[in-house]
């Protein structure tokens, strides 16, 4: 040192009094290395090293020199990072957790869910019951109204919650005849994670939301309250003060404005609030699940039958089911009615209920092997007005005997189809599963309550004969708009129009026995089919009864002539 110098340092002693010889600024002589800053501290350095990696390394140690190694090998889970330092000597590393993690690891998730009515209840000592609130936390929710939090410290009342899918924080005190709260701007009611923050500090009431949405100070509120001195109560002069915060509802018994859907981090000061964990549990929670993982019920496939699944909200879905499927899991099916069973006339009689006017859509699902037979006749007491019947094997449909409609492809092939009758005021339209068959104009008609709904066929046989006689086949899931027409009614709720008759019609779709009196011939055997038969036929015969004889290829002629088959034999020509 310079002779100058040490005078210098002579005069500060003087000042200083009590410093020691060794209180140089030793930053002077910059003892941090490797990108570290230099702090002086009362004549005292410290060196602050540099968190960025130097040269590929972290370093430590009181002149940011040994190379930190803690995390060589480290333990830190969830994509957490690890970050490693000296302590008295030895490389440690401490995991610092992303968003929705925590311990010592980062090995417990934050998150949990709340279902129908759930809630948790903490309870805190507050030091400073001037100060009752301090609280950060993660949502995530479908729901636009709903209470996050809300606490109770003597005669304040804070509430934390969602109104029209915002956030807003409300301050309601005894004294004050009106409460005091902030809202922010963003809508966060979308099924994504938001961060808030709510507090009562230094008096003033907080909220901000971390939020990409946010721009500038959009996020961040806070306004001044009036220091409540003349009426803290007992309780608050005291230092401590039991509170009870309720977390996602009000309570047991206030289930009104539960909140449905995820929380993760949430931070009562600097404590953690996480179900299940030592730390600070809740001192009472209701339907209340650790994690964030199944709330979108749709991807289990709840809906049946190819049905699609919708989500309405938290944990809830409803089915879109095809028919003639119907229930909450589109598993209830409407139960087929079987018409002209062991060729017996029958027929179902129901009646209308309401008045759905002059645009109906009449449909149902059709089997049959038949290509004519009556389906449907709507009647009142003047008139029967509509009319669906079989004709070729395709649906006919007449609007007050006069204008008709003809399909243009066959039902009749045993299999399900689904026909639709479409009326409206000045038109007719046919549909077999989506395709249409034709539209016609026609007068309007009106379907009025007390109308008669005829299905398969009419009480009168002569008038049944005029549109092909009674119906043979299977009829399920008839609907007169979304109304439904319920041979044998399924277990779901459904509106239904009342069933007045059923005539010899039997409940499922089960086939007559065609094989029953062998239908046949020269030996075949008969495989039953739904309302039909097939016959495997003996060699040299054909047709659908076997009825065929080959008898060229029984070779009943002489090798020099030419065998030529009559349907009642054969006859052969001799050539010379
Ligand atoms: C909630 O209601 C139940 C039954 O109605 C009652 O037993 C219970 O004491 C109530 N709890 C609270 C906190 O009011
Ligand atoms: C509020 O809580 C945060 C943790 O969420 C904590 O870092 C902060 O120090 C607290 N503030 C006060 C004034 O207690
Ligand atoms: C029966 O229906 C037809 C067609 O809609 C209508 O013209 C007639 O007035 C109705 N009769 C009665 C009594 O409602």
């Known amino acids: 040192m310079t002779r100058l110098g040490t005078s210098f340092w002579i005069v500060l002693l003087l000042h200083a009094g009590d410093c020691s010889e060794e209180n140089i600024n030793g930053c002077d002589m910059n003892p941090c290395m490797n990108g570290g800053v230099c702090e002086n501290q009362d004549g005292q350095y410290k060196c602050h ?263 309405t909200g938290w944990r809830s879905f409803s089915c879109e089911c095809h028919r003639p499927y119907e229930g909450e899991h589109c598993l209830d099916e409407y139960v087929a009615a079987r018409f002209g069973s062991e060729d017996l006339e029958s027929y179902a009689v129901f009646t209308v209920e309401d008045d759905p006017g002059d645009s109906n859509t009449v449909s149902m699902f059709v089997r049959t092997r038949r290509s004519q037979g009556l389906l449907l006749v709507l009647s009142n007491t003047t008139s029967q007005y509509l009319r669906v019947w079989l004709e070729d094997g395709m649906v006919k449909v007449q609007i007050n005997n006069f204008e008709s409609l003809l399909g243009s492809e066959t039902v009749s092939d045993g299999h399900f189809h689904l026909i639709t009758v479409l009326v409206e005021p000045e038109s007719l339209s046919l549909f077999m599963s989506a395709k249409s068959q034709g539209r016609i104009p026609i007068r309007s008609v009106l379907v009025q309550a007390g109308d008669a709904v005829y299905v398969g066929g009419l009480p009168d046989r002569r008038a049944s004969l005029a549109f092909g006689g009674y119906f043979k086949g299977c009829i399920q899931d008839l609907r007169i708009n979304s109304r439904r027409l319920q041979f044998y009614p399924v277990s779901v709720p459904a509106s239904s129009y009342r069933l007045q008759s059923l005539m010899k019609v039997t409940r499922g779709c089960t086939g007559d026995d065609s094989c029953t009196n062998n239908p046949c011939l020269h030996g075949g055997v008969c495989y039953s089919m739904w309302d039909d038969f097939t016959c495997s036929c003996p060699p040299n015969t054909a047709g659908q009864r076997c009825e065929e004889v080959r008898w060229c290829e029984l070779s009943p002629c002489p090798s020099s002539a030419v065998c030529q088959a009559h349907t009642q034999g054969f006859e052969f020509q001799l050539y010379n």
């Open 49 to 311: 090293c540099s968190q960025m990696s130097y040269n590929g390394h972290l370093y430590g140690g009181p002149y940011c020199t040994v190379i930190l190694l803690g995390c060589e090998r480290h333990w830190c889970q969830n994509g957490a990072t690890c970050y490693p330092y000296l302590d008295k000597g030895r490389h440690r590393y401490s995991c610092i957790c992303p968003e929705g993690c925590t311990g010592t690891k980062c090995q417990t998730s934050t998150a949990f869910s709340f279902e129908e009515s759930g809630f948790m209840q903490v309870q805190t000592k507050l030091t400073n019951a001037f100060e009752p609130l301090n609280v950060t936390l993660s949502f995530r929710t479908l729901q636009a109204a709903a209470t996050l939090l809300q606490c109770h410290v003597e005669d304040q009342f804070l509430m934390l919650e969602l109104v029209d899918g915002r956030v807003r924080h409300t301050l309601q005190r005894a004294q004050d005849t009106e409460s005091v709260f902030l809202e922010l701007p963003p809508m966060v009611s979308d099924g994504h994670w938001h961060t808030v923050k709510a507090s009562l500090r230094n008096n003033m009431l907080g909220l901000s939301l971390t939020d990409p949405s946010c721009l500038e100070d959009t996020c961040r509120m806070e306004v001044q309250i009036d220091r409540a001195e003349p009426d803290l109560g007992s309780g608050l002069s005291e230092l401590t003060v039991i509170q009870n915060l309720y977390i996602g509802g009000r309570g047991e018994n206030e289930t009104a404005s539960g909140f449905l859907g995820c929380m993760r981090d949430v931070w009562l000061d600097s404590l953690i609030v996480v179900p299940g964990l030592g730390l600070r549990s809740p001192a009472k929670q209701l339907n209340v699940k650790q994690g964030c993982s199944d709330w979108d019920r749709c991807k289990e496939n709840p809906c049946q039958n190819r049905g699609r699944c919708v989500k």
